[in-house]
């Protein structure tokens, strides 16, 4: 008994540093976020006010949360229609519950996206949605007391870099032409080639130090001071002007939360983070070996409400693509946009419900599993490792023909059943293959999932470390 007591408080003063701070291991800090594997990210803010059109154009390039620059409509004017912002339809409850019910485990959203419009009350910048606006709802506060309630990790995205509507904030240049077809567009382009990329006289008034420290830092420490503790993800974008010493005053605010899981944007090469971030696209296996990754994806063309889309992607494709990243041992943050009145559009919640109903019977092969190292024509393998034997999750995009799956190498297999139903799935082995048969009822499924219990667990593999490898961020150059 006092052996088991004593043993106890040492492996809790081995917790513990010299501060007497709680210390993770990088495996024990990512541990909820690699079961989650499936998040939402949300782009939110007065851009959506436009819906992508401006003049009665259609944004001609980008993600329509980009129209302020795209377009170049001038400070002045992008803060009187942002004063007008009134998403009074609003539900963060529903928000939430959206995300649960398709599957998702955390929730990411852009807290000041580039417009440099916070979605909280802000003391560094009056241009935020309690004070300039008459809606004056607090909208990051309403979010995360929303995800409390309902067991929802929530995570912060911040734009530390550009900002334009706060003087001195980064303005990447774009071309006129990516906007509307505006009458001064050579008198602009001139304009912004001479003024790294700002479009008007006001973005100009500070340095990008002095718009760092008078709102980027003041209003990462107003979002830690009120929310750190139960901070789950900060995502940072676009660092572009950003330097070492301030992205390292950036990186000491975090030291009191050392649970915060930080992406890879915040300065590059020397503030790597802790998972890498490719952007809309599923990654070649061998680029993620060996790190911790997340793709952020639009599930329809743009980031921020578009009321035009047209690209909407089907649930079919968000579940391969989920699975397909599962199977490389990645996460997946979806994204939607919502509109002006704070409504998520219904081709999105349509889709999103559709792939809730694949996880509630397949989410099982989804979370907290790993990259399986396996990657066969038809489907996805996903690999999860008990104490003393993995699983094999086979999902199956195609039925193949013969009716047969082979595996190449794998240990016995103990059990095999269709993951929907429990029923149980023939298995024979001929020549160190291992053959399953298709059982008729996979016809009758979407994507049906063929659970392989293994006697043994599959080897450890051998990865190759991609730490110095970066993905490109879109839209800053
Ligand atoms: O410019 C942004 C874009 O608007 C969006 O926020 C994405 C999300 O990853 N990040 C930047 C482009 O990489």
Redesign the pocket.
């Known amino acids: 008994m006092k052996k088991t007591l004593f043993a106890a408080v040492l492996a809790l003063l081995l917790s513990l540093n010299t501060f007497g701070q709680n210390v993770l291991t990088q495996d024990e800090k990512m541990q909820w976020w690699n079961e989650a594997k499936f998040g939402l990210f949300v ?1 939110w803010g007065p851009y959506s006010l436009y819906g992508g059109v401006y003049n009665g154009f259609q944004q001609a390039r980008g ?1 329509c ?2 129209i302020m620059n795209r377009c170049k409509i001038p400070v002045s004017e992008y803060r009187a229609k942002a004063s007008t912002f009134s998403p009074v339809e609003f539900d963060a409850d529903k928000l939430v519950l959206m995300a649960k019910d398709a599957g998702m485990k955390y929730i990411v959203f852009t807290t000041k ?2 417009d440099g419009f916070a979605m909280f009350q802000s003391d560094a910048s009056e241009f935020n949605i309690v004070d300039y606006t008459h809606f004056g709802r607090d909208i990051v506060d309403e979010l995360v007391q929303a995800c409390r309630r309902h067991g929802m990790k929530i995570g912060f995205y911040y734009s530390q870099s550009q900002d334009w509507c706060n003087a001195g904030g980064a303005t990447a240049r774009k071309d006129m032409k990516e906007g509307w077809p505006n009458p001064d567009s050579t008198y602009i382009n001139a304009f912004t080639k001479a003024h790294r990329g700002a479009w008007d006289y006001r973005q100009l008034e500070k340095t990008f130090d002095a718009y760092f420290h008078d709102v980027a830092l003041p209003q990462m420490k107003e979002l830690l001071s009120r929310y750190g503790k139960d901070l789950a993800v900060i995502f940072f ?2 660092p572009m002007s950003i330097t070492d010493a301030q992205a390292q005053e950036m990186k000491d605010l975090l030291k009191d939360f050392p649970q915060i899981i930080v992406n890879d944007r915040l300065k590059r090469p020397n503030y790597p983070g802790d998972y890498k ?1 490719p ?1 809309g696209r599923i990654p070649e296996v061998k680029d993620v070996e060996g790190v911790w990754w997340e793709t ?1 994806m639009n599930i329809g063309s743009s ?1 921020g409400y578009k009321s035009w889309e047209n690209k909407w992607k089907s649930s079919d494709e968000i579940i391969r693509t989920l699975t397909t990243i599962a199977a490389r041992g990645g996460n997946l943050l979806l994204n939607v946009g919502p509109d002006a009145l704070g409504n998520v559009p219904a081709e999105a919640r349509t889709c999103l419900k559709e792939v809730g109903d694949w996880m509630r019977v397949n989410g099982e092969a989804v979370y907290g599993t790993q990259r399986s190292g396996i990657h066969p024509e038809w489907g996805a393998v996903i690999r999860k490792d008990g104490p003393r034997n993995s699983c094999c999750y086979l999902c199956l995009y195609d039925l193949p023909e013969d009716g047969i799956l082979a595996l190449e190498g794998i240990p016995a297999v103990r059990k095999a059943t269709l993951l929907a139903d429990g029923s149980p799935v023939k298995v024979s082995v001929r020549k160190g293959r291992t053959l399953v048969t298709v059982p008729e009822a996979c016809a009758r499924e979407k994507f049906p999932v063929i659970k392989l219990e293994l006697k043994r667990k599959l080897p450890k593999e051998t990865l190759l470390s991609n730490a110095d490898l970066y993905f490109k ?3 800053t150059d």
């Open positions: 782009h993600g949360e980009w996206h580039h974008d676009t971030t952007e952020c980031w961020i879109a839209d």
